[in-house]
Nanobody, 113 residues
Framework: VQLAESGGGLVHTGGSLRLSCAAS????????MRWYRQAPGKERELVAV????????NYADSVKGRFTISRDNAKNTVYLQMNSLKPEDTAVYYC???????WGQGTQVTVSS
């Protein structure tokens, strides 16, 4: 399994970012995928989940209505569109394969106030 997150950066409050996670080494279309985040000094937090075919999604209450998870099974990629960003969204964001204990390097998102 390999997961490569990208798309993070520094934005102002209210800004947007789109994260990508390129997956390889497994049959991507068969697995649900998740986005997690970890802020400094805090535990890793589940942000969003998407089913293998993309028909079902779930979100943490803290991001509901602002973030959208999606996937392109032809490209083996899962995305996280983040709008109306807040300083409390600052964290390293990771994608994860449901049921597989593997973590990529993550991508840093910093939201300035």
């Amino acid at each position: 399994v390999q997961l490569a997150e990208s798309g993070g950066g520094l934005v102002h409050t209210g800004g947007s970012l789109r994260l990508s996670c390129a997956a390889s080494g497994f049959t991507f279309s068969r697995y649900d995928m998740r986005w997690y985040r970890q802020a400094p000094g805090k535990e890793r937090e589940l942000v969003a989940v998407i089913s293998s075919a993309g028909g079902s999604t779930n979100y943490a209450d803290s991001v509901k209505g602002r973030f959208t998870i999606s996937r392109d099974n032809a490209k083996n990629t899962v995305y996280l569109q983040m709008n109306s960003l807040k300083p409390e969204d600052t964290a390293v964001y990771y994608c994860n394969v449901v049921g597989v204990p593997y973590w990529g390097q993550g991508t840093q998102v910093t939201v300035s106030s």
